[in-house]
């Protein structure tokens, strides 16, 4: 697996060509230690009864993070990342959807081999080859057809140190060139897993066709992740996005 651990431009192209043959990648050192301390602030003064934050023992989490936390925003695109995004991904990309995860210290929270095939919108409203319709907390969510999702990018920023003993993602890698992938198939004598450990200030590339899990916590280490999902693709008449933001 390849990381990138510094801005050149030979560092990054690599880092690029490694994200669209494989479905993931990793940069490191995207945040310094006063900006991740800056962002944990001021997720730690915000006010967690607001009912579109979900709150457990075993997880934390904000639904559309840049739309409740609209001042976090400039605290997250740094020159850093918006040079990353426009290096491996280009300048016309727009957010589509963003969630802010905290799993902590005693978490026996898991997610099982998945893939993201589902988007947020704005409403429901019946369109050709847009399929599996759900609402949840207030929230529209539909499969949309495979373009779409073949076309998003996830960007998933690292406030601590995340290994497989606190919940790092495991993928397989390359599976996002399978089109929807069942997880009850996979051929484990033929996929390839690999556990995607990123220090704090890091980030993960990664894109929602790539089938990908995470495990229970079992050293006592908490993770907390920063999940924005890119699109430069607008949706059918009168279906929106639900969480259109610029860059």
């Given amino acids: 697996m390849y990381i990138a651990n510094s801005y050149k431009n030979e560092n990054l192209l690599e880092a690029k060509s490694f994200f669209e043959e494989n479905g993931f990648g990793i940069v490191e050192n995207v945040y310094n230690t006063h900006e991740i301390t800056a962002i ?36 997250i695109f740094n020159q850093n990342l918006i040079n990353l995004i426009s290096l491996i991904c280009g300048n016309d990309y727009f957010v589509v959807k963003s969630i802010y995860f905290d799993k902590p210290e005693k978490s026996n929270w898991f997610v099982s081999y998945h893939q993201d095939l589902t988007i947020s919108v704005d409403k429901k ?20 057809p495979l373009n779409f999702l073949e076309n998003i990018f996830t960007i998933r920023i690292h406030l601590d140190d995340t290994n497989e003993n606190n919940g790092a993602l495991k993928v397989i890698e390359k599976s996002h060139l399978k089109a929807v992938y069942r997880p009850e198939t ?21 894109k929602p ?10 050293n006592q280490n908490r993770r907390r992740v920063i999940h924005i999902e890119f699109s430069n ?6 279906l929106n996005w639900a969480e259109f933001t610029t860059i």
Avoid: Y
């Fill in 233 to 238: 693709q607008l949706l059918p008449e009168n």
């Fill in 40 to 75: 944990g602030k001021l997720i730690n003064e915000l006010d967690t009864s607001n009912p579109i934050f979900r709150k457990s023992e075993d997880l934390f989490a904000i639904r559309q993070f840049l739309k409740e936390v609209p001042e976090i925003k400039n605290l």
């Fill in 186 to 206: 996979i051929d484990w004598n033929t996929e390839k897993e690999t556990v995607c450990n990123v220090k704090s200030g890091g980030v993960m590339l990664m």
């Fill in 209 to 218: 066709l790539l089938l990908h899990s995470s495990g229970k916590t079992t």
């Fill in 125 to 144: 409203i019946e369109q050709t080859d847009f399929n599996n319709w759900t609402k949840k907390h207030n929230q529209f969510a539909v499969q949309p």
